[in-house]
């Protein structure tokens, strides 16, 4: 019976803990993503705001450039990553 007890606080400890480096994880993330927000953008405007009044043109080349970025990454280096075609 202790030694169960023991596991079940264990199990809760640990559970715990990976709940708080996960909240601590993704405020990080979040203060990371504002950073790079202010140094890119430095007009004050927010991303969906400069999206949207982006002109026409980069709207396209933006994720244009992202896949042509993408695809040889993906060909030469981590092949794997291209899945069987489903």
Same mark, same amino acid.
């Given at each position: ?11 809760? !400890?640990? =559970?715990? !803990?990976?709940?708080?480096?996960s909240a601590i994880g993704a405020l990080f993330f979040r203060t990371l993503i504002e950073l790079f927000q202010k140094l890119f953008w430095v007009s004050g405007a927010?991303? =969906?705001?400069?999206?949207?009044? =982006? ?9 244009? !450039? ?21």
């Amino acid at each position: 019976m202790k030694r169960q007890a023991f596991e079940n606080i264990y199990f809760l !400890a640990f =559970s715990l !803990a990976i709940g708080v480096l996960s909240a601590i994880g993704a405020l990080f993330f979040r203060t990371l993503i504002e950073l790079f927000q202010k140094l890119f953008w430095v007009s004050g405007a927010t991303f =969906s705001e400069q999206l949207m009044n =982006s002109p026409w043109w980069l709207k396209i080349m933006a994720p244009l !450039a992202g896949g042509l970025i993408a695809v040889p990454i993906i060909t030469f280096f981590i092949p794997e990553a291209k899945g069987d075609g489903y």
